[in-house]
């Protein structure tokens, strides 16, 4: 949705803020993705603009944010159960259960076999850039492991990960690929599996024990990897439950949500714009709906989503922009327009000017009198910081005031 009204206004001269806040919400929008598909996963760039979704018939893209899907040449017949991308959407990895890991570097145009061994891969996630990727893999009631990569998935490495029973189950990265957060299952109780949530701080390196979670386990981290959300589906007489932290995974909080069988969670690069989905499983399918939260998980509400068998959900780096997709059904849209805040930083003798991502297409623009509509593009052009998720632009402070705001096109 296009407006003309004006996100935010700055004083580059004194460091003066001044922010007016506005948020369109939207209804949740079926797209043009195959409606009989089983979708097992999905995965946004950070803008939003250039979506992938993988299911058990093969993988499709979308380079309009999700409006309409058209398949890629990945090979079909194979059981993709995960997928992963860069934040410029041109870096990707999907994962085959019971197969290899594929690496495009084309946003999907076309795919290639990584050396990683043959597994049942069950998650995989990537550093902003795609260079760092990360992927783990478990079979019921056998022994799973975590593969790292830091040529863009080109060539994969074990890690050296606790020796579990049960496998490795979901994985998540931070920009930069150096905080990561895995779930691996290693007790069998009456009442189901069990394992623990493991945080590396040294990109796969080494790992270090936070939390015990049962199983199924769905991971997200926000850019810095500070902020952490996990969702529990239900197995058995166990209901699922979503706990998060503000501590990259020292400390855990459970959230105030309904018992369910949580699929799929995803957050925004700050962290504070959470998602997460009710479903089931093929030969298990359990209508619900999708809860989002925009306080870091501390309150969730539905916000008019439709009841369907979600079986994945991603989100753009503002978290403005979500995408869900449906066990044996279509996936869906929601965009939320949200005002990105600039912020100023000096560096050296020049001014840098900030802000997160934003899935709607913003204008940086610039006046000397902020009572004057003689507002002028800034001829700079931004770019992208991998590790904060973040459009920067730096600009030389003149001997008068100077005026910045980001305007919605």
Known sequence: MKSNRTKL????????????????????????APTKEFWRAVASSADGSAMVAAGLGGIYRSTNSGATWTPTSAPAG?????????????TLAAGVAGGRIYISTNGGVTWKSSDAPSNSWQCVACSADGIRQVAVYGEPFSTGGV????????NW????????RFGWYAVASSADGAKLAAMMV??????????????????????????????????ACSADGTKLVAAKGEFGPLSGWIITSTNSGATWVRATTPAGTWTSAACS?????LVAAIGGYSNNPISGPVYTSTDSGTSWAMEGSPTNDWAAVAS????????????GGGIYVRQTTIAPVINIYPVGTNLLLSWLV?????????????????????????????????????VAPTNSQCFYRLRQQ
């Open 186 to 219: 290693d007790v069998l109780t009456p009442a189901g599996p069990y394992g623990w949530i493991y945080i590396s701080t040294n990109a796969g390196a080494t790992w270090e024990q936070s939390w015990s979670m049962a199983w199924p386990c769905h991971l």
């Open 78 to 90: 194979l059981s993709w159960f995960s997928i992963a991308s860069s934040a410029d959407g041109s």
């Open 157 to 164: 490495i074990a890690s050296a990960v606790p020796t579990n």
């Open 9 to 32: 206004v700055m004083a580059s001269l004194c460091g003066l803020l001044t922010v007016v806040r506005f948020a369109s919400a939207q209804h949740w929008i079926q797209t043009t």
């Open 358 to 394: 934003p899935s709607s297409s913003f204008v940086l623009q610039e006046n000397s009198d902020l009572t004057s509509t003689n507002w002028t593009d800034v001829p700079t052009p931004s770019v992208l910081n991998f590790t904060t998720l973040n459009y920067q632009v730096t």
């Open 269 to 273: 690069a700050d962290g504070t714009r």
């Open 147 to 154: 593969f790292t990569s830091t040529n863009a998935g080109a």
């Open 316 to 327: 753009s780096a503002d978290g403005g922009l979500l995408v869900a997709a449906v066990n």
